[in-house]
């Protein structure tokens, strides 16, 4: 069975920094796109970045510069190094994994950043 379990939210001031983690089990994490995405209150889930199997990167435009995805397959483990971090970025942030014929989601971290 899939699953996905997201660390490392919290409260941060404007400026700071936080790095979250995704532990994945029971798919081949190495072979697998994965990707952030995050939803704030009364939004919808919107995209923030995603690795490819061989480490290509892409971002949404409102993280460029400031954040960065990272994936370490021997832990099976996915990473968002967040920099920078703006009172717009809070939300509960959420790593996806994806499969031939289906998407699979952790539960989300919250993550709060106060001005």
């Known amino acids: 069975q899939v699953q996905l379990v997201e660390s490392g939210g919290g409260l941060v001031q404007a400026g700071g920094s936080l790095r979250l983690s995704c532990a994945a089990s029971g798919i081949i994490f190495s072979r697998k796109p994965m990707a952030w995405y995050r939803q704030a209150p009364g939004k919808q889930r919107d995209f923030v970045a995603r690795?490819?199997?061989?480490?290509?990167?892409s971002y949404a435009d409102s993280v460029k510069g400031r954040f960065s995805i990272s994936r370490d397959n021997a832990k099976n483990t996915l990473y968002l190094q967040m920099n920078s971090l703006k009172p717009e970025d809070t939300a509960v942030y959420y790593c996806?994994?994806?499969?031939?014929?289906?998407?699979?989601w952790g539960q989300g971290t919250q993550v709060t950043v106060s001005s």
């Open positions: 690795v490819s199997s061989d480490g290509f990167t």
């Open positions: 996806r994994a994806m499969t031939p014929g289906r998407l699979y």
